[in-house]
């Protein structure tokens, strides 16, 4: 059974930390593209970063020198350090999973999504 389970959220004072965690199983982790989304309020998906299956990142533009995914193979986990979270930071954020390589942030061919997880920054 496949799972993708997101962990780390909550809420923060602008200029917070937050460490988001995404635990997989059930697929061959370390074959699939892993990302992070996020979905504001009454706003679409935004890709956030995401990281191939050797390491290569990449991040959106709002998000660089702030935020950086990384991923352990061997827990089959995901990661996402935020640090200098702002109030437009604050959505639900999804990690998601594609088979093979990445091919950038508009969450198109991700196979595998999980539930999400809220985090919320206060100004």
């Known amino acids: 059974q496949v799972r993708t389970v997101e962990s780390g959220g909550g809420s923060v004072q602008a200029g917070g930390s937050l460490r988001l965690s995404c635990a997989g199983s059930g697929y061959a982790y370390g074959s699939y593209c892993m990302g992070w989304f996020r979905q504001a309020p009454g706003k679409e998906r935004e890709g956030v970063a995401e990281?191939?299956?050797?390491?290569?990142?990449s991040y959106t533009d709002s998000v660089k020198d702030r935020f950086t995914i990384s991923r352990d193979n061997a827990k089959n986990t995901l990661y996402l350090q935020m640090h200098s979270l702002k109030p437009e930071d604050t959505a639900m954020y999804y990690c998601?999973?594609?088979?093979?390589?990445?091919?950038?942030?508009?969450?198109?061919?991700?196979?595998?999504w999980g539930q999400g997880t809220q985090v919320t920054v206060s100004s």
């Open positions: 998601a999973a594609k088979f093979g390589h990445c091919t950038g942030l508009s969450g198109r061919q991700y196979n595998y």
């Open positions: 990281i191939s299956t050797l390491g290569s990142t």
